[in-house]
């Protein structure tokens, strides 16, 4: 069989959590699989080997796509002309799109549906297109891969999707994660924080990751503790909420938020080993990766409720209301004053760990695109 694999979001050097997850599976697939043949295809050259193999081929076919107009170009017209040059067997759309026009079979991974519950958060464009395409790439796939039963529902009540068309394959945390000992611990927070105490929050800087909400929360544990605790703070900041960069500036503890940026995966697993708590108030996640990597590196979770994140966390973690920010803060100075809380939410953690592993992610991955070409 050969399988078509769109790799165009997962060509640089920082995919995200879920690009991570994507590149580890893939990873694993093609290499338990030497009988079938995979393709990766990319929109533009890449600067690194992206999964090497005697059976995998990587194939760039321009122009770039960086934009909804190209995207329905280089998936409607380009696409299918390279799955019949290539004979594929299956094209597997990793991003939440396919094509409309491909006869060849197709597998849908769906992560991301945040446009519906918060479409002000969206450039115009953006919110059009998957307003106006999504249902089409529901209705055109053969199967749809999501990471939740929370994710699953949404697309079977909103899209009228039937069920059994359906998977659910969780997503775990990527394996470089890992608890640090103390040595390791207070050698980072003494190059980052001076050797303070620190909550973390990670991810991108975009609207739906609650940010603002965030700081009021931070504001209201720094004034009620008189304590000397540091917000960390990494993700991409480039092109991010603008209006969260423009209220850090003037904030009135902007001394005790440390920036971090955008970080090597080294530098953020030393980074998440070390915090007291993760605190992840997202407004929406289809899989809450950056809770599981917590977890693995004996963190505490303090997360939205609600959502897909409870589903995959469980008992292991405290839950807030996203939009109440004094919730968030109850919940922060409830795990600073509680050592005891800590320890129970790590150990819970550590078993909510072993629930959702690589392998047994992968096995279920590959059964699902199996299953697509009957």
Known sequence: MTIAVD???????????????LYESFYHITKDHPEHRFIFLFDRPYEKSFIEGENISQVIAGPSAHHPLLWQFWYNIKLPGILKKHKADL????????????KTPQCLLVNDLSFLQHPAFFKRSLLLFYKRY???????????????E????????HYKTAGDKIAIVPSV????FHPL???QKSELKNQMTNGIEYFLCTGP????????DLLKAFSIFKKRQASNWKLVLTGDFAGGNKQFIKSLETYKYREDVIVAGSVREKELVNIMGSAYALVYPSLWEGSGLAILEAMRSDVPVIASGGSAMQEM??????????????????????????ESLRNQLVEKGRNVCRQYNLEQSTALLWQAIVKTVG
């Open 7 to 21: 790799t165009r979001f997962l060509m640089d050097d920082h995919p995200g959590g879920f690009g991570s997850y």
């Open 91 to 102: 094209f597997i759309g990793t991003d939440g799109v396919c094509s409309l026009s491909a």
């Open 134 to 148: 999504t249902p089409r790439f529901l209705k055109k796939a053969n199967r749809i891969i999501t990471a939740s």
């Open 150 to 157: 929370f994710s699953r529902n949404i697309i079977m009540t």
């Open 173 to 176: 945390a990527r394996e470089m």
């Open 181 to 183: 000992n103390e040595k």
């Open 205 to 212: 800087v975009h609207p739906h990751k609650n940010l603002m």
């Open 313 to 338: 966390a469980g008992e292991a973690a405290l839950y807030v209301d996203p939009a109440d920010h004094a919730d968030i803060a109850e919940k922060m100075m409830r795990l600073y004053k509680d």
